[in-house]
């Protein structure tokens, strides 16, 4: 191996462990578990994604668990029930 061989291979490696640990895997479904229990709270929908969830404490300032965006809003369960029926077809 020559020397600038040996410095490619090591550059190589180190962008890749980097984007390994910048670049998250793991992403929350589209629909939560909680989505369709009307008894876990009030629905929300993400507008940069389209995650649906429920929850009964205030989501307007909390992040995305799928973008991790800050675009959660509250919507109606009319709003919910189209929304769940569109994606479940």
Do not use: Y
Not at 7 to 20: E, Q
Not at 41 to 62: A, F, Y
């Amino acid at each position: 191996m020559t020397r600038r061989g040996f410095f490619k291979r090591l550059l190589s490696g180190i962008l890749g462990l980097g984007a390994l640990i910048f670049v998250d895997g793991c992403m929350a479904p589209l629909i939560s578990a909680a989505a369709r229990d009307k008894a876990a709270g009030d629905p929300w929908q993400c507008m940069n994604c389209g995650h649906l969830t429920r929850s009964k404490e205030d989501l307007s300032g909390t992040r995305c668990p799928r973008c991790t965006r800050r675009m959660l809003v509250k919507i109606s369960e009319a709003e919910m029930a189209a929304e769940l029926k569109k994606l479940d077809a």
